[in-house]
């Protein structure tokens, strides 16, 4: 399935900050048992689990970015580079904390990059997984088909104003075109 196809989205469902808290609280006890010595969060959006996860164990947080986004605009089929994995994931065990895996590239492709910088153990997880991402993530607080709206990706700010943002309107416009059709 091709990323951000939001047509293939069956139902909406609106993560509140609150749910943001427990799920982030729950993938926090999910992955205590690992162990974890570094927890990698994968900017933008994997950094709110990250920081949560890394603050209530207790560990060091490393933001990293692979992304195929530049300035909220889609502009690459597969994830890139932008700020890569520290060495100090050598010998350690890691875990990596994206927001919702998709596709499940963008997890893989952090979790083969501290495997080939020495981590001894790398654990994936996220906060909301689909069941077509392929491979799916190790650890998820919640598996759904539904089009996920997280609370810091509502609204933006454009021109003074509070607006949905246009990613938001397109993917409901999508997803009713399947449902009508």
Known sequence: MKSYDYAHRFGVREITWNDFASLAARLAELLEPFQPQVILGIARAGLFPATAVACSLRRELFPIRLTRRMNDEILYDHPVWKVPIPRDVAGKIVVVIDEIADTGQTLAIAADSAKELGAVQVVTACLVSHTWADPAPQVS?????????FPWDQYILDSGKWITHPEINAGLKAQSRTSQG
Not at 141 to 149: A, G
């Open 141 to 149: 607080t919640l598996v759904s088909d539904e089009f996920i709206i």
